[in-house]
């Protein structure tokens, strides 16, 4: 083990040759992804796959890990800026940049150990799991969101991990037709979702943990499914109770489901 | 560059019935089905149906392991021909760390896997040796070099990923 890892040696003697061979894709670049691409450089993940059509606009400053003022005159894509941050942090990296929808660049995406969703739509998340369950391939979603209670915004998100096998988004009653059908009617009305760095962050380095807990095992924890609630306005975490109900196995995704969709 | 992914539970599966004592075989033996994909580095194969030999496929043979008769041999063309699979023929090593396929295995899979790239020549198949906590892989096929290819990286997912090459 190198120096840059003796302090997280305590993941496990080969955690840096594992965490080194493996390939992370994180699929959106923004607020949450900028953060994850970060922690992921600093982990010691050799190889990364980043995927996001988007170029930086100055209202995404305010929480884009990576970006500067002179990005936004440039109009520079947020996977360069990813990628720039990534690279700087650990050189020997092999970072591969996407600028492009990922549905258009599924074929590289099916290589990633593990894919990390930094979507902000419901039904762009079951997408993203309906194809990378066919790959056997986990999946972390972060998000968040502003809500009024009583009047008075209220920040939320949530971290889930959907393991090929286990239960998945709507298993777990994240993902369910009636969340879809309102999102469908709010389309192109909704404008721009809020926003903000900390909390941002605070979603991005649990799903960090995730990923090294996945690609190393080091807790030894036997999990097939995740579901953490954040309450952004108390700053607290919690484990969801979906998760007690949900199937062992999922009842949407047949285990031998998987491969190309034969149309 | 070639990959092997599936699930830990189909993993245990399989080793699970590879260690069933047969009533006269020394080991036993059984059919991987993958699917096949592209990907920019190479090939991606999943993993997503073991099938065992039945006990009486084997032959008496004490010069090696295990050996099965045309029948079994047929049901893994059969497999590769209607499933587009690829297939490997599983086996294992009853040892810990990576195991390595020994001349006699080399010179089985010299003569079984034309069987499978004969009737489904688009996919790659193979020979997978499991150990105890390990595993190793090598695929053949019409895209690939007579003598074959190792497969690069064998995972398994479930509580976390194992890697098994």
Request: net charge neutral; glycine share 8%.
């Amino acid at each position: 083990m190198t120096d840059q890892y003796t302090r997280q040696s305590f993941l496990g003697a080969k955690s840096a040759e594992l965490l080194q061979n493996a390939t992370v894709a994180i699929v959106g670049l923004g607020g949450g992804g900028s953060h994850v691409a970060q922690q992921l450089a600093h982990v010691g993940i050799g190889r990364m796959l980043l995927f996001d059509p988007d170029s930086l606009e100055l209202s995404n400053l305010n929480r884009l890990i990576g970006g500067t003022a002179a990005d936004v005159g440039a109009s520079t894509e947020k996977v360069e800026i990813a990628r720039r941050m990534f690279v700087a942090i650990n050189p020997a990296a092999e970072v591969h940049t996407y600028a492009v929808q990922w549905q258009l660049a599924a074929d590289a995406l099916r290589e990633a150990d593990v894919v990390i969703s930094c979507l902000d739509s419901y039904a762009a998340r079951q997408d993203l799991e309906v194809s990378v369950r066919r790959f056997l391939t986990p999946l972390i979603d972060i998000g968040m969101d502003v809500h009024l209670v009583n009047e008075q915004p209220h920040m939320t998100g949530q971290v889930i991990v959907s393991v090929p096998g286990g239960p998945c988004f709507r298993c777990l009653g994240f993902l369910t037709d009636e969340n879809l059908r309102q999102e469908a009617e709010l389309y192109g009305a909704a404008g721009g979702r809020p926003q903000v760095v900390w909390s941002n962050g605070v979603l991005a380095s649990v799903a960090v943990g995730l990923v090294v807990e996945l690609l190393t095992g080091w807790q030894r924890r036997r999990f097939r499914a995740e579901y953490l609630h954040f309450d952004a306005n108390e700053h607290v975490i919690t484990r969801s109770p979906r998760l007690e109900y949900a199937p062992k196995q999922c009842t949407h995704f047949a285990a031998d489901f998987v491969g190309e969709p034969v149309l | 560059m070639i990959r092997l992914r599936m699930l830990t539970t189909l993993v245990d599966a399989i080793r699970a019935d590879l260690r069933r004592p047969h009533p006269f075989a020394y080991e036993r033996i059984g059919f991987l089905c993958c699917k096949q994909s592209s990907v920019p580095s190479g090939y991606l194969l999943l993993g997503y149906r073991y099938v065992p030999i039945e006990d009486d496929r084997y032959l008496r043979d004490k010069s090696v392991g295990a050996s099965f008769d045309a029948t079994a041999i047929r049901t893994g063309m059969q497999l590769a021909l209607t499933e587009e699979a690829s297939v490997f023929h599983v086996h294992v090593h009853k040892h810990a760390g990576v195991p390595r396929m020994s001349r006699v295995d080399t010179r089985e899979m010299q003569q079984l896997m034309p069987c499978f790239v004969n009737v489904c020549p688009e996919r790659l198949h193979g020979a997978l040796v499991m150990s105890v906590d390990r595993a190793y892989a090598r695929v053949w096929g019409t895209a690939l070099e007579t003598s074959g290819a190792d497969v690069s990286r064998i995972t398994s997912v479930g509580d976390h990923i194992k890697v098994l090459s």
